[in-house]
């Protein structure tokens, strides 16, 4: 099973931006339905975004307007711009398979990459 490994987190002050990046442990073949999913601190797993195989994206409300979910062509595995970041988006951000309503199938927790917000 393909495992993946985030990165591009780090500290920034409110209304900054990050982009994060999802490494794959082997090319994600199709591609599939793939998404970000986030844990603030206190809070269970949240779902952020997901694209579909055909490049279609929805993103959760706390999210749209803000945020971009794309594919990294060469491994297929997504891409997320974060843009006007708050304060309440600051944890832990995951990417995984599955879209909006069917990531918690199998989802497998990688190291995650901290996103943190603070002025």
């Known amino acids: 099973q393909v495992r993946f490994v985030e990165s591009g987190g780090g500290l920034v002050h409110p209304g900054g931006s990050l982009t994060l990046s999802c490494g794959a442990s082997?090319?994600?073949?199709?591609?599939?339905?793939m998404s970000w999913v986030r844990q603030t601190p206190g809070a269970a797993l949240e779902w952020v975004a997901h694209l579909s195989p055909t490049g279609t994206t929805s993103y959760a409300n706390f999210v749209k307007g803000r945020f971009a979910i794309s594919r990294d062509s060469r491994s297929n595995s997504p891409i997320l711009q974060m843009n006007n970041l708050q304060s309440e988006d600051t944890g832990v951000y995951y990417c995984?398979?599955?879209?909006?309503?069917?990531?918690?199938?199998?989802?497998?927790r990688g190291p995650g990459t901290q996103v943190t917000v603070s002025s």
């Open positions: 995984t398979l599955g879209s909006r309503d069917r990531w918690q199938i199998g989802f497998k």
């Open positions: 082997s090319m994600v073949v199709g591609p599939p339905y």
